[in-house]
């Protein structure tokens, strides 16, 4: 069944719907890995080198809401620098959300770097209501580490050259943090694909065609046996298509 987003009787009924249709299962006992992508429709992940001249605002509207439902943010350290992150801003709107669906006033960010590369004058140290958490690796410069756990990140070994990401995502849940929004990269969401760790992908198709060599939303070493999924719902607005699959387990 496909449901109309747009039009509603106002900004409250979205809100209301969108929350239904992104709502997280309830009493996780495990760390619930959510990606959410959004893509032209001939596969492009960026254009001109950034998701920005694909996205839209009822897109930024779900990625506000998927991020005001999550315990914490995750994304590859790559990304986070491109689209120029910082830390999430605290709003009326958010902390009244949080608040009733019982989390924290604003969510982390939670990086992953295997070398610890996360400039020191970054917004996600400098401009940010809540340290960052840094997943990196015993490979990373200890100074680095050191400096960054100084300004202020809670930097939590994962691995010896490269992140294990079940480590990392165990390190989360150890902080109470089950609820994982995961906005990418590609690398990341690859490797996430490589390990069987997601639960849900929420794919945002934009009405466009890119063209150009912009790389697809999932880069990693590949799958013997592809990963199957359940389309579990469907909403439009605005010409997109906003897509939400749940992994089907054995």
């Avoid at 032209?40 to 920005?52: E, F, I, M, N, Q």
């Avoid at 801003?89 to 610890?116: C, D, F, Q, Y």
């Avoid at 200890?142 to 079940?166: I, W």
Wanted: hydrophobic share 45%.
């Amino acid at each position: 069944m496909v449901d109309e987003l747009w039009p509603l009787d106002g900004a409250r009924q979205v809100d209301d719907e969108l929350e239904r249709f992104y709502a997280f299962p309830e009493q996780l006992e495990r760390p619930w890995v959510r990606v959410n992508f959004v893509s032209s429709l001939d596969g492009a992940v960026t254009v001109k080198g950034s998701s920005r001249g694909l996205s839209a605002p009822v897109d930024q509207r779900v990625l506000g809401l998927i991020r005001d439902l999550s315990d914490v943010v995750l994304v590859g350290v790559g990304t986070a620098l491109i689209e120029g992150y910082r830390g999430i801003k605290r709003t009326e709107v958010r902390a009244e959300r949080r608040e009733r669906h019982g989390l924290s006033e604003i969510p982390p960010i939670a990086l992953v770097t295997a070398h610890a590369s996360l400039p020191l004058d970054s917004p996600l140290l400098t401009d940010t209501a809540v340290p960052p958490i840094v997943l990196t690796t015993e490979a990373a410069p200890a100074q680095r580490r050191a400096e960054l756990a100084d300004a202020g990140a809670d930097v939590v070994v994962t691995g010896d050259a490269e992140v294990d990401l079940r480590v990392a995502l165990d390190a989360l849940a150890e902080r109470g943090l089950r609820r994982i929004g995961c906005e990418g990269g590609p690398r990341l969401f690859g490797s996430l694909i490589d390990q069987d760790l997601v639960d849900e992908l929420c794919l945002t198709l934009s009405p466009v065609l890119a063209s150009g060599d912009a790389g697809r939303i999932a880069v990693g070493s590949g799958v013997e046996t592809p990963r199957s999924m359940r389309l579990d719902s469907v909403l439009h607005a605005e010409s997109l298509l906003l897509l939400r699959y749940a992994r089907m387990r054995g």
